[in-house]
C-alpha cells in the first residue's frame, strides 16, 4: 500500500498555466494498475487566484485520475476561496465515477463555491462540503470553533498539524 500526505500547506499566490492545475495539488494520479492508495489532503487552505485555458483546474486539486487498483482520498480540515466556481476538485477522471474501488471522504471541509467538485459530479463520497461564505471564514470564531476545535479534539497537533491564526489580511493562516 502507497500513503500519501499533503498537509500545513497554503497557497495564496497567483497559479497561472494551460494544463491540470488547483490551489494545492495538480494532479492526484498514479503509475501502478496493482496498487492500493491512500492519501490525505489535511490542514490546507487555498485563497489564490487561479487562471487556466484548460478545464481541469480546482480550487485545492486540479485533476483526480486513476491507474490504481484501489484508492481512497481523504480531505481533511481545509478551505478553498478562489475565482474558481470548479470548487474543491476541478475534474475527476470518468473511470472513477461511483467505482467501489475509488473512496473519497471528507470531513472539515470549507468552499465558498456553490459547486464542490465537478460540475458533472456523480462521484459518491462520505462526508460533507459546507458552504461558507468568504466573510464567515475570515473570523476568529472560524478559526477557534471550526478548524483548530477540528484539530485539538483530536489530538493532531502531535501528528504535525499546525494551528490556524487570523493573519494580517483578515484571512485565516496556518502557523
Keep these: 500500500m502507497e500513503i500519501g500526505i499533503i498537509i500545513n500547506c497554503e497557497n495564496i499566490g497567483e497559479v497561472k498555466g494551460n494544463g491540470i492545475i488547483g490551489g494545492i495539488v495538480g494532479t492526484l494520479a498514479g503509475s501502478a494498475?496493482?496498487?492500493?492508495?491512500?492519501?490525505?489532503?489535511?490542514?490546507?487552505?487555498?485563497?489564490?487566484?487561479?487562471?487556466?485555458?484548460?478545464?481541469?483546474?480546482g480550487g485545492i486539486v486540479g485533476e483526480i485520475g486513476t491507474i490504481y487498483k484501489e484508492m481512497t482520498i481523504e480531505f481533511k480540515n481545509l478551505y478553498n476561496i478562489t475565482n474558481l466556481k470548479t470548487g474543491i476538485v476541478g475534474y475527476i477522471n470518468y473511470n472513477i465515477y461511483n467505482s467501489p474501488t475509488y473512496k473519497f471522504y471528507f470531513e472539515n471541509v470549507y468552499?465558498?463555491?456553490?459547486?464542490?467538485?465537478?460540475?458533472?459530479d456523480v462521484v459518491t463520497y462520505e462526508g460533507e462540503i459546507f458552504k461558507k461564505t468568504e466573510e464567515e471564514i475570515r473570523t476568529q470564531d472560524f478559526i477557534d470553533n471550526t478548524m483548530n476545535k477540528y484539530i485539538k479534539e483530536n489530538n493532531l497537533e502531535s501528528?504535525?498539524?499546525?494551528l490556524w491564526n487570523l493573519g494580517e489580511e483578515g484571512y485565516p493562516i496556518i502557523t
Design 159 to 162: 501528528q504535525g498539524w499546525r
Design 33 to 57: 494498475l496493482t496498487e492500493v492508495y491512500n492519501i490525505e489532503v489535511s490542514n490546507c487552505i487555498n485563497r489564490g487566484k487561479i487562471e487556466n485555458l484548460n478545464t481541469r483546474t
Design 111 to 120: 468552499d465558498c463555491n456553490d459547486v464542490h467538485l465537478t460540475k458533472n
